[in-house]
Structures are given as structure tokens and as C-alpha cells.
């Protein structure tokens, strides 16, 4: 296994309309850490906060305002936001924001 990054593009190997396998994991994890009012209104407002700053903020502070105004989301907006939420959360709960080895 190569050390680089690989190279990504919009076609892949799922067929047109098959959502990620990995969907069911996101959701889960979402539901646990993410979904309970006062959680969700943070996250909110911090992406609120912070969008403007880039690409990233911007499509995950959208997909979380959609999630939460119960329309629908992408499986990619969606795996992408808990990526960003769990970072988020993780740098939170990592004292004095050491780096994670």
C-alpha cells in the first residue's frame, strides 16, 4: 500500500443512485453524538460561526440547516458533514487541543 493520497473522482464504483455502504455507520454515529437538541443547536451555531471560512464549513453548515429542517441530504453532504462533526468533536474532548497521535 502506497503512502500517497489517492486520486479521487466523481465516478466511482457504486452504480447511479446506490447510497455509500458506509451510510448505516454514519447514521448510527450521528445519532449518538450529534442528534440529542443541545448538541445539534451547537453544532448550528458553531458552523453558522464558522461558515464563510471555506468550501467545507459552507456545504456542512447547509447539509446540517437541511438535516435539521428535516429535507433531504446526499449521501456524500451526509458523510461528509460527520466527518467534520466528529473532527469537530473529537478536537473538543482532546485536552488543550493536543494533537492526536
Not at 8 to 21: C, V
Not at 80 to 101: A, F, H, I, Q, V
Request: proline share 5%.
Amino acid at each position: 500500500m502506497s503512502d500517497s493520497i489517492p486520486t479521487l473522482t466523481h465516478d466511482a464504483s457504486l452504480q447511479k443512485g446506490e447510497i455509500h455502504p458506509s451510510i448505516d455507520s454514519a447514521k448510527r454515529w450521528f445519532v449518538g453524538n450529534i442528534v440529542e437538541p443541545n448538541r445539534l443547536k451547537f453544532y448550528l451555531s458553531t458552523l453558522s460561526k464558522i461558515s464563510g471560512m471555506n468550501r467545507a464549513t459552507d456545504v456542512c453548515h447547509k447539509t446540517l440547516k437541511d438535516i435539521a429542517d428535516d429535507k433531504p441530504v446526499s449521501d456524500k453532504e451526509f458523510l461528509g458533514l460527520c466527518w467534520m462533526l466528529r473532527d469537530m468533536n473529537d478536537k473538543k474532548r482532546r485536552p488543550n487541543n493536543t494533537k492526536k497521535e
